[in-house]
């Protein structure tokens, strides 16, 4: 079975750091386009930050400069680095993979089930 499974997510307060990982089986995952997604209370899930197949990293505009989004080939795993978390950043993060060029984000793509990140 194809698997993405998150972790890393915890109640931090205003200024800290949090690493999140998406750890992923079942699949050939070196090519996919990955990304990290977030649904912040009351709001629809939008994309936070993505890297592709070839190496482009891509950040919305409030998470420039404070998150880092990587991934290790030999652990199947993506990572997002956050520092100087804001409360802002509050929301269930959950990662995707686009597999079949059907675009990130899209029901096509293999989706995680979350992990909670709380900012105060």
């Known amino acids: 079975d194809v698997q993405l499974v998150e972790s890393g997510g915890h109640s931090v307060q205003a200024g800290g750091s949090l690493k999140l990982s998406c750890a992923t089986s079942?699949?050939?995952?070196?090519?996919?386009?990955m990304g990290w997604f977030r649904q912040a209370p009351g709001q629809e899930r939008a994309l936070v930050s993505s890297?592709?197949?070839?190496?482009?990293?891509f950040y919305i505009d409030s998470v420039k400069g404070r998150f880092t989004i990587s991934r290790s080939m030999v652990k199947n795993t993506l990572y997002l680095q956050m520092d100087n978390l804001q409360i802002e950043d509050t929301g269930l993060y959950t990662c995707?993979?686009?597999?079949?060029?059907?675009?990130?984000?899209?029901?096509?793509?293999?989706w995680g089930q979350g992990t909670q990140v709380t900012v105060s």
């Open positions: 890297l592709s197949m070839h190496g482009t990293r």
């Open positions: 995707a993979a686009d597999c079949n060029d059907s675009g990130l984000g899209t029901p096509a793509n293999y």
């Open positions: 079942g699949y050939h995952f070196s090519g996919c386009d």
